[in-house]
């Protein structure tokens, strides 16, 4: 599949309830989280870009930001308005991203890319497979059904994937990963 045909759909519009503070604002060697994550897909050759964002979130440059509204709503509802932006501008496939994980590295995120069949790809670790992960437009009309704060963990139950490195999985969630990050 052509480079042209991938969008990125970054996942930031979480509440930070458990962190205590915008965690994407925090600081992690120097630089806010979110700065990680926008360095490491900088260089990924995507057509479009799109950040699912709340009123919380940093300024995303080069991003076509999606208000999240309500706010509160659940991860599904994030991806059902970053997959439906993307359909609706000709993608034909997405790759998602979170934006509270910093650590994965360029590398990764380029062989989800090189890997993909055009259905489907995740990450693993731990023998679990998660995000980040890449869907072909097969996999659209799924993702848009989705309900509640789960993701796309089922559609990702059996399909084929690519180990994060050793830690990269780590969200920041709380200010312990904070801790942990920053050890890493």
Aim: aromatic share 4%; net charge neutral.
């Amino acid at each position: 599949m052509p480079p042209d045909a991938f969008a990125l759909v970054l996942l930031a519009a979480g509440r930070s309830e458990r962190f205590g503070g915008n965690k994407l604002a925090a600081s992690l060697g120097g630089r806010p989280v979110i700065e990680h994550t926008l360095a490491a897909l900088a260089p990924l050759p995507l057509r479009w870009r799109f950040a699912v964002v709340s009123a919380t979130t940093p300024p995303l440059p080069g991003y076509h930001t999606l208000r999240l509204d309500p706010p509160d709503s659940p991860q599904s509802a994030s991806l059902r308005l970053g997959v439906a932006a993307a359909q609706a501008r000709g993608a034909k496939a997405v790759l998602v991203a979170l934006a509270d994980m910093p650590l994965v590295p360029t590398a990764h995120f380029a062989a989800l890319l090189d890997r993909f069949d055009g259905t489907r790809i995740a990450s693993q670790a731990g023998g679990v497979p998660m995000p980040p992960a890449l869907f072909g437009a097969s996999c659209f009309r799924a993702l848009q059904s989705l309900t509640g704060d789960r993701g796309a963990g089922l559609l990702l139950r059996d399909a084929p994937a690519v180990p994060l490195p050793e830690g990269a999985d780590l969200d920041i969630d709380t200010p312990q990963d904070l801790a942990l990050a920053a050890q890493a």
